[in-house]
């Protein structure tokens, strides 16, 4: 199914996952890079944090299930710096890879993840392979907390509109909305403070984002993951998608069919496009997107 030929066993292929095919052009810079390890039986945990920390990138290894009659794979994800929980889209091209190389061909899978397990059921129309993400969790923050977010991403808390809270699919991610996508690209924050807000708020990561009239456009500063900016967080958009469904007072459609695009990347010359709709069968949502391999 691809000209792309399967990595050794330990070795990695490279994807970028939610490129915005819009924007992307043909400098091949779009998208969030996954190196992605088809197979990492035998790998210790100490040499899949150093794989990712050669590539630079959030990495994806996978391994047998520990149950095959519960799941299909067993999926784990290295940032340089540590070991994640969940990694939304490393999920989303591990298992579009995956169906490219004919080790999944039926219409739906499950994978074990240390947050649980994920549901993905494949899209042939579209060529996506849609990630399950739970409903999501939020968390109220206060004035003091707001003012202190404010300062870290360099703007006025008195802006109009500005508004903070913390919501959660996977990992609890810090919601910033700003009035627009100016202020949104404008943002230079303290890099330097971002850990010890994060800290402080109960985060792993701010996520400043501004809405649109059929998804939002955002930006990521992660807690600590190795580098400063992220091109495309699909937790994040999931958690940004759950809060605005259930919460905000300007909710998001629970159409089946209708996407909530969620644009990334911009500011830092990598541009995505995070698409998400309401799941409908179970409480939550499924995150996907545009794959391609990285030549």
């Given at each position: 199914m691809t000209d792309m030929p399967e990595p050794?066993?330990?070795?990695?292929?490279?994807?970028?996952v939610f490129v915005d095919p819009a924007q992307s052009g043909e400098g091949g810079r779009g998208g969030n890079p996954v190196p992605l390890v088809l197979d990492a039986t035998g790998m210790s945990a100490d040499a899949m944090r150093e794989l990712a920390a050669r590539q630079g990138h959030e990495s994806s290894f996978v391994l047998p299930p520990e149950d095959?009659?519960?799941h299909d794979w067993r999926l784990r994800f290295f940032v340089p710096g540590h070991e994640m929980e969940m990694c939304g889209h490393a999920?989303?091209?591990t298992l579009w890879a995956l169906r490219q190389w004919g080790r999944w061909t039926t219409p739906q899978a499950r994978v074990q993840t240390l947050s649980g397990s994920v549901d993905v059921s494949?899209?042939?129309a579209r060529g996506w392979a849609w990630v399950s993400q739970p409903a999501a969790t939020v968390q109220a923050l206060n004035d003091d907390q707001r003012d202190a977010i404010a300062r870290v991403l360099n703007i006025d808390p008195a802006l109009p509109g500005l508004h903070v809270v913390n919501a959660s699919t996977s990992?609890?991610?810090?919601?910033?909305?700003?009035?627009?996508?100016?202020?949104?690209?404008?943002?230079?924050?303290?890099?330097?403070?971002?850990e010890a807000l994060c800290d402080a708020i109960g985060s792993t990561g701010l996520y400043p984002y501004a809405l649109e009239a059929t998804g939002a456009t955002a930006r990521q500063f992660p807690?600590?993951?190795?580098?400063?900016?992220?091109a495309a967080t699909g937790i994040a958009a999931a958690a940004l998608w759950g809060y605005l469904h259930a919460h905000a007072d300007r909710p998001v459609t629970s159409a089946s069919d209708a996407l909530?695009?969620?644009?990334q990347g911009v500011a830092m010359g990598a541009p995505s496009a995070i698409q998400v709709r309401t799941r409908g069968d179970a409480p939550g949502c499924w995150l996907s997107g545009d794959v391609e391999w990285m030549r």
């Open positions: 050794r066993a330990g070795e990695a292929a490279l994807l970028r095959p009659a519960a999920t989303v091209g494949w899209d042939a990992r609890v991610k810090t919601l910033v909305r700003v009035p627009d996508a100016a202020t949104l690209d404008a943002i230079v924050p303290d890099l330097g403070a971002v807690k600590k993951s190795g580098y400063p900016e992220d909530f695009t969620v644009r």
